[in-house]
């Protein structure tokens, strides 16, 4: 059973920054590849970006590419985003999802078999 637990998410002005924070239960964290997606009202839920077991393979959507950033520290199971020059296109609520049993990333969200609850952000124009 894997718990995600996401935090992290407000109102920022436009050009802000907010880092959301996604903590795992999970025994062996270091074996999984981690998302983070987001959905907004009348969209469908969308990549933002993905990083693999290890940390040293990221990848983004280009609607986010040098503007946020992906991490992850296994030895406290938690996987980051750090969001800088926010647009209002960003509002949206954003999830945390694992990758079950492999470690490499996808921007497909069905290869992910866990979800969050999800976290929500606003930004204001």
């Known amino acids: 059973q894997v718990q995600l637990v996401e935090s992290g998410g407000g109102l920022v002005q436009a050009g802000g920054s907010l880092r959301l924070s996604c903590a795992a239960s999970?025994?062996?964290?270091?074996?999984?590849?981690m998302g983070w997606f987001r959905k907004a009202p009348g969209k469908e839920r969308e990549f933002v970006a993905a990083?693999?077991?290890?940390?040293?393979?990221?990848y983004y959507a280009d609607s986010v590419k040098g503007r946020f950033t992906i991490s992850r520290d296994n030895a406290k199971n938690t996987v980051y985003l750090q969001m800088n020059s926010l647009k209002p296109e960003d509002t949206a609520v954003y999830y945390c999802?694992?990758?079950?049993?492999?470690?490499?990333?996808?921007?497909?969200?069905?290869?992910?078999?866990?979800w969050g609850q999800g976290t929500q952000v606003t930004v204001s124009s």
């Open positions: 999802a694992a990758r079950s049993g492999i470690g490499l990333v996808s921007n497909d969200k069905y290869a992910y078999a866990h």
């Open positions: 999970v025994r062996t964290f270091s074996s999984y590849a």
């Open positions: 990083i693999d077991w290890s940390g040293g393979s990221t």
